[in-house]
């Protein structure tokens, strides 16, 4: 059985840094594309940033670049989010995705709150 599990998440006042982690379990994560969104209240959900498998080329959304960093540990089946900076607006429910050709799976969320 597939499992992914955030944690890392929290309050954290405007300019402060927060490390997001994804583990995973009951897959090879080095097959799998991977990726963090984000959902704030009111508001779609929308990409933050990717990680691809193979080369493990990098990509942000626009209002993160600069700010966040994402990252992999293929042996400890982990992916990371270093989010530098943050502000109000970073505010929002993170979630990790790991996808292949065939499988598409999603973590159960971890809240990230940035006060001003």
């Known amino acids: 059985q597939v499992q992914l599990v955030e944690s890392g998440g929290g309050l954290v006042q405007a300019g402060g840094s927060l490390r997001l982690s994804c583990a995973a379990s009951?897959?090879?994560?080095?097959?799998?594309?991977m990726a963090w969104f984000r959902q704030a209240p009111g508001k779609e959900h929308e990409f933050v940033a990717r990680?691809?498998?193979?080369?493990?080329?990098?990509y942000y959304a626009e209002p993160v670049k600069g700010r966040f960093t994402i990252a992999r540990d293929n042996a400890k089946n982990t992916m990371y989010l270093q989010m530098n900076s943050l502000q109000p607006e970073d505010t929002a429910m993170y979630y990790c995705?790991?996808?292949?050709?065939?499988?598409?799976?999603w973590g159960q969320g971890i809240q990230v709150t940035v006060s001003s």
């Open positions: 995705n790991f996808r292949s050709w065939v499988y598409n799976y």
């Open positions: 009951g897959l090879t994560t080095s097959t799998y594309t």
């Open positions: 990680v691809n498998w193979g080369h493990g080329t990098t």
